[in-house]
């Protein structure tokens, strides 16, 4: 049975003890009030986009010999009711004949050809004419320095350094986007960025619903992030998921902004069935506030037909969203209007402080000091003097306390959860704005959410035996076993995979059996992490088994603070409702239980027969050679 810390028996230590609970219980009361004012914020936000990438429409739709437009329309019966029209470059332009264009060298190699002198354009140049009236208009009036103009064959061509046929931006194409408008499609328009760009955002089309920036830049960055601002007022802004672009913090902090999610083209067409894609769309959707789920058709038949799975994938993507209780259409304004008050986040933030010295407490002097100071300083490095890093305090902290604090037994799981969310209360409390709901600010530190909590426990338990110097006596004269060597290798690769397997996009994916749990739980209700579906039942095994010794409960233990540094860490996602994290909690929370109950009794089981199987090998000594020491003794030499 774990013994109850000698430190923990000093007046003064129950005495501050029961000083920094009143501060907790305290401090809840305003983090209360501010978690309320934001689960509010959030009931009303049920309404999705669905967005088609036109220039995989155009591909798909090229096999079959019909345009984008055409195949656009079959899909639009389905459901699909926006399109991606991303803005003309010079390529484009030319592609679809309203402009000339082509490199110096070529340029050069026409005008020899027809006896000319040749001119004195750069080999690398890009060089464009006009084709079809005001073609070229935004192309010329938007890039800086200004195109020269040379005569070739009596011809007009503009020309600039470099070869930009791919990336210099030449405005919307009209045609275009009033077709798409006209048969009521919302039109997400792409813009692109460049060096020197001017007059940004001036020539963004008024049909538009969305504005998606293209490539990892927002249009304007860096210079001229102002004209975009001014331009982007009557849009909703895509926050694309998992991809960074420069400029987008800033832009997204001043014009209305949505979520987006949205699939490489290569792995669509590889891995993605239908079923999957409309998984991982709903699960964003349900879990991660994203608002614009933006498709792209399948480009090749890896997986089968790729009409057929287009289809399938937009059809059953409306049904399910219709039946999550969606309204799949045109959205008007998804943007957060949750807003703290800061003398009330200031008051919750005194329930972080008294956590942390609660954490001072469950550590014997000095190192309980040792232990507090540490993580505030690990949370200022990673997110300077702000909310952000009293969040993290939160987040580090409190999955530590339930299991520190409070002896055996199965309460204290139920216990150990309860200050987790008070935990996640001041987290929410203390972190939650605009920027960091949309995500436009990440939850600095998310990492080691997952790897400090248990470290502290580790620390903690290692302190209940021995202080640092005895350890270090004790490990220098200790004698390194295969058995130590496996363990220790498995405990590092235990932290390795918490750590790779963080993140809507992880280094290391889930197994298939691991997706086929997921599935099965995702039909049932909303998703518990695996985490503590897995830490909690190991936890529960260590509470029952009190008279166990601390080699045993500890390792055990430990996975349970990662299933409690599991539950703030999904509270650390902003952008996830509250309700979600808090049904996310509780289902994991009985299923752990459930299936922890259910090792028990297994546990012991195999206990015991492992003890009898070990005893037997004291009944199955080999026999003793004939003529060797033992025998002849046995004889009476």
């Known amino acids: 049975m774990r013994p109850r810390p000698s430190w923990t028996e000093a007046p003064w230590w129950r005495r501050a003890a029961r000083a920094l609970w009143l501060l907790v219980a305290l401090a809840l009361l305003p983090a209360a009030a501010l978690v309320v004012a934001r689960v509010g914020s959030e009931g009303t936000q049920r309404s999705v986009a669905i967005v088609m990438d036109e220039i995989a429409l155009a591909e798909q739709a090229s096999y079959l010999g019909v345009s984008s437009f055409e195949l656009g329309m079959r899909y639009g019966a389905l459901g699909l009711g926006g399109i991606a029209l991303y803005e003309e470059t010079v390529e484009t332009l030319a592609l679809k004949g309203r402009a000339a264009a082509m490199l110096g060298r070529e340029a050069r190699a026409v005008a020899a050809a027809a006896g000319q002198v040749p001119t004195a354009i750069p080999a690398d140049a890009t060089l464009v004419r006009e084709l079809e009236p005001g073609a070229l208009d935004v192309l010329l009036a938007t890039s800086w320095p200004p195109a020269q103009a040379v005569e070739i064959l009596e011809q007009t061509w503009y020309f600039w350094p470099g070869d930009s046929f791919r990336t210099r931006p030449a405005g919307p194409d009209r045609e275009q986007i009033e077709a798409w408008h ?66 987008m913090p800033a832009l997204a902090r001043q014009v209305p902004t949505a979520r987006l999610l949205s699939f490489n083209q290569d792995y669509i067409n590889q891995r993605l069935r239908p079923a999957d894609l409309i998984e991982k769309y709903l699960l964003a959707a349900n879990e991660r506030n994203v608002r614009i789920l933006y498709l792209r058709p399948y480009t090749e038949e890896q997986l089968g037909d790729m009409i057929e799975n287009t289809e399938a994938m937009i059809a059953g993507l409306v049904t399910e969203l219709e039946r999550e209780g969606f309204v799949v259409g ?76 409070f002896g055996p037994g199965l309460l204290a799981l139920l216990r150990s959860t309860g200050i987790s969310l008070l935990g996640a209360a001041f987290l929410v409390a203390v972190g939650s704005d605009r920027d960091t709901m949309l995500a436009i600010e990440p939850f600095a530190g998310v990492a080691a959410t997952l790897v400090v909590p248990p470290a502290l426990f580790a620390a903690h338990a290692l302190l209940r035996w021995r202080r640092p110097s005895a350890w270090v006596r004790y490990l220098w004269g200790y004698r390194v076993r295969l058995g130590d060597l496996a363990v220790a290798v498995a405990v590092a690769a235990v932290l390795a995979l918490v750590v790779i397997r963080r993140g809507n996009f992880p280094i290391l994916g889930a197994s298939e059996a691991e997706l086929a749990l997921r599935g099965f739980l995702n039909e049932l209700f909303v998703r518990p992490r695996f985490k503590e579906l897995v830490g909690h039942p190991l936890a529960v095994v260590a509470l029952m088994h009190a008279r166990w010794p601390g080699w ?86």
Do not use: K
């Not at 089309?205 to 998606?212: F, T």
């Open 182 to 247: 006209a048969a009521g499609f919302d039109i997400a328009y792409r813009p692109r960025n460049f060096p020197n760009l001017r007059e940004v955002g001036a020539y963004y089309p008024p049909e538009a619903r969305y504005l998606i920036y293209g490539g990892l830049q927002v249009a304007g960055f860096p210079n001229s992030l102002d004209d975009a601002v001014a331009a982007s007022g009557d849009y909703l802004t895509g926050i694309i998921e998992g991809t960074a672009q420069d400029g």
């Open 330 to 405: 045109s959205l008007a304004s998804v943007d957060v209007t949750y807003a703290a008050p800061t003398y009330l986040r200031a008051l919750a933030a005194v329930g972080v402080f008294a956590g942390l010295g609660l954490l001072a407490l469950a550590f014997p002097t000095p190192w309980g000091v040792y232990a507090a100071l540490s993580v505030a300083l690990l949370a200022l490095a990673a997110a300077g003097p702000s909310w952000a890093a009293l969040a993290l305090i939160a987040a580090l902290v409190f999955p530590v306390l339930g299991y520190a604090l």
């Open 552 to 637: 045993a409960t500890a390792p055990l233990l430990v996975a349970g603070v990662v299933a409690q540094a599991s539950i703030l860490n999904s509270f650390s996602h902003y952008h996830t409702p509250l309700v979600v994290s808090f049904q996310r909690t509780l289902i994991a929370l009985v299923i752990g239980l459930a299936v922890g109950l259910v090792l028990v009794p297994l546990v012991r089981l195999a206990i015991r027969a492992i003890g009898r199987w070990l005893a037997s090998a004291d009944t199955d000594r080999a026999p003793t050679p004939p003529g060797s020491g033992g025998a002849r003794a046995a004889e009476g030499d």
